[in-house]
DNA sequence: GCCAACGTTGGC
DNA sequence: GCCAACGTTGGC
């Protein structure tokens, strides 16, 4: 494109921007929802999976992510915020991975199960259970407004997140 | 604890 | 560039 089409350079990406949707999984024996709850934030480092690690660089700081618990529990438990966008994953130095920081934006009021998430239909799609192994995974509007339901808590509009916002360290 | 699924790696 | 072996994830 030529340089003199090129927009002057937008003032700091409007923060308005429609927040995208994630689900993120964690092993609660690893790393669970209530040591995220009491760390405040974290980096959530250690994705070691391509696809995974697209998921992560496509994130922006607001999306909003389910956290769930695999292997034990099995169950979407809370939603987190991402607080900083993908950087460099410092514990694979070199290597071109990346990590995103989040912090816990709200506990859901009913856990919803592996098994709730299989029988509807509404669900069939998600990512998470076509790609199954994939610890980082798409949300789409839809199916993140449904789980919201089945998790009670349909009232709750994702902006009401009072977490502290600060980037960098 | 086992096993299936599947992404990644490495040999050819 | 294909494909078999391997490793890891995650459900059961």
């Keep these: 494109m030529p340089k003199t089409t090129r927009a ?3 003032p700091a990406a409007p923060p308005a921007a429609v927040p995208s949707y994630w689900l993120i ?15 405040g934030r974290t980096m959530w480092d250690g994705v070691r999976n391509f696809e995974a690690r ?5 994130m ?8 769930y618990h695999s292997n034990e529990g ?11 966008a993908a950087y460099p994953d410092p514990t694979a ?8 920081d989040v912090a816990p ?15 509807a239909p509404e669900l069939a799609e998600m990512q998470m259970l076509t790609r199954n192994r994939l610890s980082v995974t798409r949300v789409t509007a839809a199916q993140w407004t449904f789980l919201h ?3 009670a808590t349909s009232g709750r509009p994702p902006k009401a997140k009072p977490v502290a916002e600060k980037v960098g360290k």
């Design 60 to 67: 922006k700081e607001g999306d909003l992510c389910f956290f």
């Design 93 to 100: 130095p070199g290597e071109d991975w990346s990590v995103v």
């Design 8 to 10: 002057p350079k937008k």
């Design 54 to 58: 697209n998921n992560l660089r496509a």
């Design 105 to 119: 934006a709200y506990p859901l009021k009913k856990t919803v199960g592996l098994d709730a998430i299989k029988e």
């Design 25 to 39: 999984k964690s092993e609660p024996t690893v790393y669970a929802w209530t040591r995220l709850q009491q760390d």
């Design 74 to 84: 099995k169950e979407l438990v809370g939603v987190v915020k991402v607080v900083r």
């Design 149 to 151: 339901g089945l998790a």
